[in-house]
């Protein structure tokens, strides 16, 4: 049976952490960001986790399981 490919997309997306969990890049703050205040882009600047139901999911894409 040939390897497993990671997914392309998903490798640009996430970073797995020292622990194992996964690390995402909040959405909505690429463009449109004048009529957005201040203090939600500082907050979309931030790194957050992966919600648990959808880590396994995350894993199958980057081959770790």
Do not use: W, Y
Request: aromatic residues 4%.
């Amino acid at each position: 049976m040939p390897k497993m490919k990671t997914t392309s997309s998903a490798k640009k997306r996430f970073k797995i952490t020292g622990s194992g969990k996964i690390k995402r890049k909040h959405a909505f703050k690429s463009h449109i960001l004048t009529k957005k205040a201040k203090k939600r882009k500082r907050n979309l600047t931030h790194a957050t986790l992966v919600h648990k139901a959808d880590e396994s999911n995350i894993k199958l894409q980057l081959c770790m399981k």
